[in-house]
């Protein structure tokens, strides 16, 4: 099982990122997606989630409005579009996937695999 995120970098505030996540070893299409994000000296925390069974979105109040998840079977790979992106968004971004949906996704307990993460770094 591999989850790789790439597509992480500096920005300056108000710009915009595309983060992706490409899935293997497992089917990808039975498990809801998850972005998790984690700042330094502060803990793990959700920002957005894909429903395997239909597609629900779900997303943190901080990311709501100026972050988009998607996911696309055919490539194995979940994506993270960020715009308006401010520096309270600097974090270690992790994707992670989950045989859950519903409610249940916003919680790190219900993960199954995490990728490595990749820097998102905004500057003021």
């Known amino acids: 099982v591999q989850l790789q995120a790439s597509g992480g970098g500096l920005v300056q505030a108000g710009g915009s990122l595309r983060l992706s996540c490409l899935a293997s070893?497992?089917?990808?299409?039975?498990?809801?997606m998850g972005w998790f994000r984690q700042a330094p000296g502060k803990e793990r925390e959700f920002v957005a989630s894909i429903s395997y069974r239909d597609r629900t979105r779900c997303y943190a109040d901080s990311v709501k409005g100026r972050f988009t998840i998607s996911r696309d079977t055919t490539k194995n790979t979940v994506y993270l579009q960020m715009n308006s992106l401010k520096p309270e968004d600097t974090a270690l971004y992790f994707c992670a996937a989950s045989l859950y949906y519903g409610s249940r996704v916003q919680h790190q307990v219900a993960y199954a695999y995490w990728g490595q993460g990749t820097q998102v770094t905004v500057s003021s």
């Open positions: 070893g497992f089917s990808f299409s039975i498990y809801s």
